[in-house]
């Protein structure tokens, strides 16, 4: 009836919350309650970086695990997680591998060891270590137990990758892998609260719209059209930096939101960007290599706009200035920034186009 009402407390946890770290403790201290182990843990398998990290840890010197990893096929969890194997020994003294193993890590003081993994299909996403239990390890019904745990922590992680990819898909825009508008009016209402909690906070706001964009889809197709937008985007990213984030507002519109920003900062990054736009070759992969410009308007938190949609009307109204000459950069309350006028390219795609049409 005990093992029956634990399986009965894990489920209704499984349907009452996506939290994970909520879920995977109740199961873990479920574990703990049965088998009484000194030392317990679940470890998370990292598939790009290749090793596990530790998820949770409790008992004797649990804090020093923290962030700490383990190379897949090392040690216990390493080797568990690499082979989707369960090992299970009772008595390490008894086991020749696993006793060396335990002599050249005598601080741990193992003693038994219960390591299992946690999969889905035929992928190991973790594995749940469990040291010097009290219990008999070696018993079909302690060992079942252990793995519908098991299989209880795995659809406990499987349902929340579910709702984190569904929730990236709600604010990513499929064409450029920006985020999408949902995403930047959501971050904005973040830097105002937080602007809330600290009156020094900066920050500025980027409107970028790329000029003649709609000869490229007249002359080859939205498909090319869309490569050139994911191009662009690719170079944004790469020019701002992860500490800046880049959105597709619409169309061939974009918009960067620079954080801790004031105006000269963001004018800075802002015209790196225009010149690693001109001077960019888009669509090599395609034999075309064109070139393109755009049109910048750029506007500072909170001087040009001390709410959502001020700073927001502040940067468009920049963008459409610029798009008066094309191929430049304006500024709330500096106007026209970027320069000589002779060498705008606002005809540089068509040209390019006609060039590439022959």
């Given at each position: 009836?005990?093992?029956?009402r634990?399986?009965?407390e894990v489920?209704r946890a499984?349907t009452?919350?996506?939290e994970?770290?909520?879920i995977?403790?109740i199961?873990m201290?479920?574990?703990?309650?049965?088998?009484?182990?000194e030392?317990?843990s679940?470890?998370?398998v990292?598939?790009q970086?290749?090793n596990?990290?530790?998820?949770?840890?409790v008992g004797e010197?649990?804090?020093s695990?923290k962030?700490?990893?383990?190379?897949?096929g090392?040690?216990v969890?390493?080797?568990?997680a690499?082979t989707?194997?369960?090992l299970?020994?009772?008595?390490?003294?008894l086991?020749?591998?696993?006793?060396a193993?335990?002599k050249?890590?005598?601080e741990?003081?193992i003693?038994s060891i219960a390591?299992l993994?946690?999969?889905s299909?035929?992928?190991?996403l973790?594995v749940?270590?469990?040291?010097?239990?009290k219990?008999?390890?070696?018993?079909?019904?302690?060992?079942?137990?252990?793995r519908i745990?098991?299989?209880?922590?795995?659809i406990?992680?499987?349902?929340?990758?579910?709702v984190?990819?569904?929730?990236?898909?709600?604010i990513?825009?499929?064409?450029?892998?920006?985020f999408n508008?949902r995403?930047?009016y959501?971050m904005?209402?973040?830097q105002?609260a937080?602007?809330?909690a600290?009156?020094?906070t900066?920050?500025?706001?980027?409107?970028?719209?790329?000029?003649?964009?709609?000869?490229?889809?007249?002359?080859?197709g939205?498909?090319v059209g869309?490569?050139?937008?994911?191009e662009v985007?690719?170079l944004?990213?790469?020019?701002l930096?992860?500490?800046n984030?880049?959105f597709?507002?619409?169309?061939?519109e974009?918009?960067?939101?620079?954080p801790?920003m004031?105006k000269?900062?963001?004018?800075a990054a802002t015209?790196?960007?225009w010149?690693?736009?001109?001077?960019?070759?888009f669509l090599s992969g395609?034999?075309?290599n064109?070139?393109l410009?755009?049109s910048f308007?750029l506007?500072?938190?909170p001087?040009?706009?001390?709410t959502?949609?001020a700073?927001?009307?502040a940067?468009d109204?920049?963008m459409?200035?610029?798009?008066?000459?094309?191929?430049?950069?304006a500024?709330a309350g500096?106007?026209?920034?970027?320069g000589?006028?002779?060498d705008?390219?606002?005809?540089?795609?068509?040209?390019d186009i006609e060039?590439?049409?022959r």
């Open positions: 009836m005990d093992h029956l634990v399986f009965h489920a499984l009452q919350t996506l994970l770290e909520e995977l403790l199961i201290e479920k574990m703990a309650q049965f088998f009484g182990p030392r317990w679940m470890l998370m990292d598939e970086a290749h596990l990290y530790y998820a949770i840890a010197n649990a804090e695990l962030g700490l990893r383990v190379g897949m090392e040690g969890a390493g080797w568990v690499s989707g194997k369960s299970v020994v009772p008595d390490v003294s086991d020749a591998q696993w006793s193993f335990a050249a890590h005598s741990l003081r003693q390591c993994p946690i999969r299909g035929e992928r190991t973790g749940i270590q469990l040291l010097n239990s219990l008999d390890l070696m018993s079909e019904y302690s060992l079942s137990f252990l745990l098991c299989d209880y922590a795995a406990a992680i499987g349902n929340a990758r579910s984190e990819r569904i929730h990236e898909l709600s990513t825009d499929d064409c450029t892998g920006l508008a995403r930047l959501s904005l209402d973040e105002l937080m602007a809330e600290n009156r020094k900066r920050f500025s706001l980027l409107f970028v719209d790329l000029d003649h964009f709609k000869q490229v889809n007249d002359t080859y939205h498909l869309s490569q050139l937008l994911a985007g690719s944004m990213r790469r020019s930096g992860p500490a984030s880049c597709r507002y619409g169309g061939d974009f918009v960067a939101l620079l801790g004031g000269q900062a963001a004018i015209t790196r960007l010149k690693q736009l001109r001077e960019e070759r395609q034999g075309l064109l070139t410009a755009g308007g506007a500072t938190f001087e040009d706009g001390d959502v949609p700073i927001i009307r940067a109204t920049m459409y200035e610029a798009k008066t000459t094309r191929d430049d950069i500024v500096m106007g026209l920034v970027a000589d006028p002779g705008r390219r606002s005809t540089m795609l068509a040209n060039s590439a049409g």
